[in-house]
């Protein structure tokens, strides 16, 4: 059975930092999109970033240059380094993966999310 577990959220001031982790169980994802959404109150599901397995990397308009994602195959895990985090960014984070060989636009996998909080 898949599963996916974020970590790393939590309460920052704008302008500071979070590194979210996702690990990754019940299969390999050497050959699989991995990546991160976000769901605000009120709000739609929306795209944040996302990697492919040949190393292509994809990010949302609204945080280019403040966010970063990367991935470590061996221990199966995606990560989303955020920076310059702004109130507008306040969310829960929600990782995703894909079967192998899918496109990263069609997750099949989901993690339980976690919260992310930024004060102005």
């Known amino acids: 059975q898949v599963q996916l577990v974020e970590s790393g959220g939590g309460l920052v001031q704008a302008g500071g930092s979070l590194r979210l982790s996702c690990a990754a169980s019940?299969?390999?994802?050497?050959?699989?999109?991995m990546g991160w959404f976000r769901q605000a109150p009120g709000e739609e599901r929306e795209f944040v970033a996302a990697?492919?397995?040949?190393?292509?990397?994809y990010y949302a308009e609204s945080v280019k240059g403040r966010f970063t994602i990367s991935r470590d195959d061996a221990k199966n895990t995606v990560y989303l380094q955020m920076d310059s985090l702004k109130p507008e960014d306040t969310a829960v984070y929600y990782c995703?993966?894909?079967?192998?060989?899918?496109?990263?636009?069609?997750?099949?996998?989901w993690g339980q999310g976690t919260q992310v909080t930024v004060s102005s």
């Open positions: 019940g299969r390999t994802f050497g050959h699989s999109a």
């Open positions: 990697m492919t397995w040949t190393g292509a990397i």
């Open positions: 995703a993966a894909t079967s192998p060989g899918a496109s990263w636009r069609t997750p099949d996998y």
